[in-house]
């Protein structure tokens, strides 16, 4: 037995040795005709791409590294040094706009022509030429069809249909912080409605969250596998699932914006050229094409696609409503961007069950209110909303770029001591919002004793 | 501590017990009178810790009637039955103190603390180790744990006393010291004990009767001496000390046995039987001795002798037998040489027959 | 020639277990000791100017996301350690009190959950147990309410507890088994019975045993980071690691202030379970074992024993069969079971997902070797031979036990990130074969104690009778002491292979691309897309399956290697 088993160790071994031979030497071979890709992608969609890609160029080989928006941001900060991405491909802008300030972009000229400069009211590519928009992604609200119906909601067409109180406990929505086209849709509605009014909407639909994702993947899951109802999520997320077959639709409400979804060179890449070849791909109508796969469903930047789409497809170069509404301000958006991200946090993500358990109180005071008109009652209510709705800073506060570099969470200067003070701000701004959720609540249900 | 005056008797009624389908006692009647000091004595495998955990009500169901004090005990469970046990392993509980373990059969039974502290004392006291009891059992020697276990079950003051072999894993020194103690522990609390043992030794100093097991059946009940003088069968005249047993018959007036071996003896039996002689009974002479009133004298030759320090013992081959002598050493005395003829004296009033 | 003890650093009979050791020690320190100390220092620096300072620490107790993580962590480690002790408890309850005709199924029970890693089963279980999922869309469809199995925490507990009992059932199990039959005996004869018996006698006796399985299951959940992420929580601590190093960076500080937390904190649950055992090891100063005296069962209790026990194989087997279903389910959403089934999800399993399984084999089967290894190594060198210091050796390894994969992730990117492998233009950080040697750090610790296991059983006079026959010590470990330790150090192969091949938490953080990928990996990557869940699924049934394998022929091999052992008369 034992003689057996010094066999088998012996096997084994050169078994092991002999694969990790292989292994090495292979990977000593993939040197030539690479390309390395940084992306926020889904597999659903790059497996798409990588494979028509190789087929119409033999000789390279696509390496795509998946990370998070600003995983992937972090990630080619990090290794500019020794730098050996050849491309970012990612869907928010503004994380675009980061590596461009930082100069981690280099220009590209594509030799595909004639795409038009705007999607909705979004130019469709960086001015300055650092990146290529080759599709756009709309917003909107997806949700569960046997869901809906089991529990006898009405299908939700617009935001404001979202702070009803028959949602209550049925929407998920992931956070700013979390997710870059999250952050997105939170800035189109502070940007469409105005800061004040903005956030209070969004405080509303929020009180009737039943969760915070942590991506924002988490919230087209959640409405596929029936976790909850509805969904605020990015149009391809809600289209895609349903080309999967799962049993769920999707609208684009009123005010929506229409944001591309970039693709740059990133700067001293190693595969210049494939890298090139890569973009204009994606920008040909072969590529474009490919956008429509009931899988990927993003919205083609090449007007001519759509002449190839299936039926009921979005078209927001025919259909004028689609993301015409909002003019979307970058730079703004840049400034504040972790600001927001924090107010949302804190006032939102982290205080969730006092939010929902105030909303709730003030929807029960509000219906019983409609079966027994109450002036004094009434009065209680406006008030309980108005103290959800307070907010601990004015938007002048949010663009004063001194106090908005206070979230910037890398610090710049060795004087800073900037993580100490925005947990102090933060620390701040929960106080208030804890206390005002209370009273809210205290003075929702005084205002239903009452009735 | 006072003496046990409400000690019982023990009274044993057609026994039988077995594991699965194997019958492990057999037909045990035995009647045990209260304060005696009883041992169980047999060879391992013999049924004496199975009678005696059966006693205490562990183990399977048997058979018969078990009664302690008059009362029947058979189908009582252990706990109910207020019989003092000390394991063969002690088992004292490693994660209490002394002191609670002495004190947990008195909690038990709910006697009140300050009582319980007294009574805890008194026990240690007697077996002497009252300065231990704050320490837990793995600080303390094998001795000092078998009296711990002692002290842990007198101290509840049960109707009876079982003990399971408690010397076995003690060293030689120390368990003669420790029957001696154990016995007179017994006589000062005047406690029914019954004592579980292989050591003929033990059960011979310490015991006022005993029983001799063998495969589950009661060979035999007497006092040592009886035991020893007038074995009833084979078996207990060869367990209990060393004993020449030759196989024979009677025939006209005289034990036969193989080889011309012929002495003429009285007696009522007859057919098949045992003849025995114990070797102190056995002499050697290397001159010429002849039968007298006293001995039968046979001639031999000697085999082989084992040096004992106090006795010799020699194997002499006479007959076709191999019969042992013991000769008793003195400084300066000869042991006699392998292959030397001898006679050997066979004292007559020594010699037992037994029915085969 | 007689084999004299150690005379002198360099004697030549020291010198080759000498070089091995040192080599060894290397090994851990690079690989171990520097990036968990790299980890510390960073937490414990501050970031700008790179002095000594607390206030990282300050700011992670100022947030009240962090504490609410902290507390959170503990909150469902201590809650999984008590719900799995609920369904552990009657389990031992049953096999060791009683004859029960049942006790191969808890045997059983005692293996399955074990096979599949809890974040494999997660994402199913949200499907059977979650708001909307099968169960609660019967209850409330028949009986009008549900049960908030998977709300949050709950499902984090949920599934760990299914996941983690079986450490307490065996432990506890043991520790029955091992009582000397005769402690529950004296208290009966001293008129001591039932509950009282339990409470004063059995409980405290078996106690060791419980505490030493309740703070592996502690540790091990306290540290988990798949499960919470796959089931988006993240406001405990290892997913708040993670998701601070991964989106801010890895210059944040925050991810290392916790990474910090969690191995002290593992540290201390470690030494409470320590003190707990301490002067109580009972079996030893128990001369018997022979367990609790057993009764049979009357049929009303049979009949609730056998309930009891089927109930809880019923859950416990719901991931696998929920897993199962997603495998092979074409939609699953808001429905008790999915709408239809297809074998497609294996196909694209097998047709794509090709790499991630070379890959696994590739690196468990690495990461096992080495630790067999250094396993045996540290075991002949710590046991066997005298070098000063070699008790260092075992410590070391054992450490990497209070290491959560997560943070020996991040200590890797830290310590390697600027390094480059030689002839390549990767950094250590990024590269594959560092995922391989965090595999095998994470495993060394089990490997090893099989190894020493196994060596113990080879009593030192086979040595010595090789050595007065003339041989030299390094042809007595190769001709004798290896050969009769194969049993066991097979076995610990096996197992180090099987875990290795479903680790998540370290893994997760080494990934750089998904060439390089893992089947762990892969399945992670999978549950992000709304399409992926089905192959998903498939591939967690066939990580599943090679867990299972690797299990059962360990098993195997060690009943074979008792058996021959068996045989051998001199045993130490």
Redesign the interface.
Known sequence: MAFQNKEVIKKLTTVVIGSTALMLSLSVNAADGQLTIVTSFPSDLTKVFKKAFEKDNPGIKLEILKKKTTAGVKYIQETSAKNRTDLFWASAPDAFEVLKDDSLLQKYESSVKGLPDKVGAFPVNDPDGYYKGFAAAGYGIMWNERYIKAKKLPAPAQWADLTKAVYHNHVGMSAPSRSGTTHLTVETLLQGKGWDEGWKMQKEIAGNFKTVTERSFGVPDGVNSGNFGIGIVIDFFGLSSKGSGFPVDFVYPTATTLVPANIAIVANAPNKENAGKFIDYLLEPNGQELLLDPKIRRLPVNPATYAKAPEGFPNPFKDSSIGAAVKFDLTKSKNRYNLVNSLFDVMITYRLDDLRKATKAIQDAEAALAKKPNDDAAKLIAEARALIAKLPIAEAKSLDKEFAGIFKKKRKKATDKVTGRQAEVEQEWDKFVVENYAKAKELAEKAQSML | MTQNKSTAGISIKNLGLSFGTTEVLKGVNLEIEPGEFFSFLGPSGSGKSTLLRAI???GPDPTGSIKIGGEEVTGL?????????V???Y?L???MTIRKNVA??LE??KVSSTEIDGRVDDALDLVGLKHLADRT??QLSGGQQQRI?LA??IV?EPRVLLLDEPLS?LDANLRVQMRRDILALQRELGLTTIFVTHDQEEANTISDRMAVLDKGIIQQIGTPVELYDQPQNRFVASFLGTANIIEGSITEGHFVAEKDFKIPVKTDLTGNIYLVIRPQSVTISETEVTENNRSYSLKGNIEYSEFLGETVRYSVLSNGHSILADESHLRGNKIVANGQDVWIEIEKDQILLLDR | MTVKASSGFLSRSNFGPKALAILIALFLIMFLAVPVAKVFIVAFQDPSTGSFTLINFVDFFKTSLFRESFWNSFYVSSVSVVVASIIALPLAYFTSRFNFGGTVIIQTLGIVPLIMPPFVGAVAMQLLFGSNGSVNLLLDEHLGFTIPFMEGLNGVIFVQSIHYFPFILINLSAALANIDRSMEESALSLGSNGMRLFRRIVFPLSMPGYVAGASIVFIKVFDDLGTPLLLNVNNMLAPQAYLRISSVGISDPMGYVISVILVIFSLFAMWVAFLALRGKDYATTQKGGGGLMKRDMKPAEKFIAYAIVLFILAVVLSPHLALGLLSFGTIWSYSVLPDAYTLEHYVEVFSSAGDFIKNTLLYAGMAATIDVVIGTAIAYIVWRTKIKGRKILDYLAMSALAVPGVVLGIGYLRTFYQFDVPFKDIPLANYWLIIVIALAIRRLPYAMRACVAALQQVSVSLEEASESLGARKMTTVKRIVIPLMTGGILAGFVTSFATAAVELSATIMLVSSEADAPIAYGIYVFMQSAAGRGPGAALGILAVVIVALGTYVSNRIIQKANQKNAMSPDQH
């Open positions: 205490s009500g562990f469970p252990a706990w109910q039955r207020n019989v003092g046990m394991f063969q392993s088992a509980w490693p994660h947990f059969g038990e039974r059992p793995g276990a842990r079950t509840v894993n």
